[in-house]
């Protein structure tokens, strides 16, 4: 937990503050771009769904928790997949990285519990989201931009697969199938 002052009491009070900020920066960046993930996903299923009813994708509602709407998104692209080995497999990857980033961005908005600039600066969450006794995790600064730049790549994969441009990954096994 960040304790004034005996966690950085030798940092420099300009410094401490800039290193906070840019985490608590970081955590912000975090939520909005989570929130543009599932929006993403969120337009892709009411697409897929007016293609199919012939019905406006504006008059389309999507609702359930991230997994339902993961999971159905999943379904309505098997439809289009079962001939297409590579965009079957780059959906499976693509879902699974998003059921991953969902865990820890769900760590990072329910249990949150402080800050440390104690090393490297990191975010502190509550044993109790972890599933482990003990202080919970740690989540560092780098790791965070990780994590952001993670969930901004599979907002960007969810457009992508949709269209046909699929990850290298997925063109690689397509190419070495033939």
């Not at 970081?26 to 969120?42: D, I, P, R, T, Y």
Request: some cysteine.
């Amino acid at each position: 937990m960040f304790n004034w002052p005996d966690d950085i009491a030798e940092v420099e009070p300009a410094t401490r503050g800039r290193a906070f900020s840019r985490l608590m920066e970081s955590v912000g960046l975090l939520m909005f771009h989570w929130s543009q993930l599932e929006e993403a996903l969120v337009e892709d299923i009411r697409r897929m769904r007016a293609e199919g009813g012939g019905v406006p994708s504006s008059i389309v509602r999507v609702r359930g928790s991230f997994s339902e709407r993961l999971a159905e998104w999943r379904a309505l692209l098997s439809l289009k997949s079962r001939r297409n080995p590579g965009l079957a497999e780059a959906v499976l990857e693509s879902a699974n990285k998003m059921e991953r980033l969902r865990q820890k961005r769900n760590l990072v908005a329910h249990h949150f519990a402080g800050a440390s600039l104690d090393g490297e600066p990191s975010i502190l969450c509550s044993a109790a989201g972890t599933g482990a006794s003990g202080d919970g995790a740690r989540i560092t600064q780098s790791e965070l931009t990780g994590l952001i730049e993670e969930i901004v790549a599979c907002a960007g994969q969810i457009k992508n697969i949709e269209a046909g441009h699929l990850p290298v990954a997925a063109k690689a096994a397509i190419e070495s199938s033939h």
